[in-house]
T-cell receptor, first 113, second 113 residues
């Protein structure tokens, strides 16, 4: 069983729509949750992190965490073509502790004109 | 500008050769990490270092070696024992080893010919 799971996509949304990206994790001891954006051929760029249950908003991005259900999601409002990328979910606090991140395989988002 | 640099950007190696990938940071971060990414895959942890002169194996350390003689430098050697070395290698750092954000360098793409 994978520790961090994401739908690989591609997820296609029209420009201006809301994109919803989901991630589930297996270890209930997980403490911190991160969303990275990765453009093709580039390195991951941190866009959001969340530690507590509930929602966290930053501009057009909202991260949602539900520890009871073991999922974390990322909403992108008013999606733009420049949002087209792969979004990686990362979790730490898994067994082994410290700041070792476990990554999902990523969801490819395509924002269409 | 503070950040993480990796060199070279592209590296070609013949089978049987060892190669060393450079990673330097001027963020004054204690912790540093090496990941590899294969096409369509998430990032997998190779080695990490919580502090200078200390490092630990990650999930896929076989065929790799590292050193951490200076706080700002964490070079990775890909040895001839690594069976499938062709990949995108990413170096990251964080303030320390408590659960927190990791920031990535631009990556080195290694191709074995």
């Amino acid at each position: 069983q994978k520790e961090v799971e994401q739908n690989s996509g591609p997820l296609s949304v029209p420009e201006g729509a809301i994109a919803s990206l989901n991630c589930t994790y297996s270890d209930r001891g997980s403490q911190s949750f991160f969303w990275y954006r990765q453009y093709s051929g580039k390195s991951p760029e941190l866009i959001m992190f969340i530690y507590s249950n509930g929602d966290k908003e930053d501009g057009r991005f909202t991260a949602q965490l539900n520890k009871a259900s073991q999922y974390v999601s990322l909403l992108i409002r008013d999606s733009q073509p420049s949002d087209s990328a792969t979004y990686l979910c990362a979790v730490n606090g898994l067994t082994g502790g410290g700041n070792k991140l476990t990554f999902g395989t990523g969801t490819q988002l395509k924002v269409e004109l | 500008d503070g950040g993480i640099t990796q060199s070279p950007k592209y590296l070609f190696r013949k089978e049987g050769q060892n190669v060393t990938l450079s990673c330097e940071q001027n963020l004054n971060h204690d912790a540093m990490y090496w990941y590899r990414q294969d096409p369509g895959q998430g990032l997998r942890l190779i080695y990490y270092s919580q502090i200078v002169n200390d490092f630990q194996k990650g999930d896929i350390a076989e065929g790799y070696s590292v050193s951490r003689e200076k706080k700002e430098s964490f070079p990775l050697t890909v040895t001839s024992a690594q069976k499938n070395p062709t990949a995108f290698y990413l170096c990251a750092s964080s303030i320390d080893f408590r659960p927190d954000e990791q920031f990535f360098g631009p990556g080195t793409r290694l191709t074995v010919l």
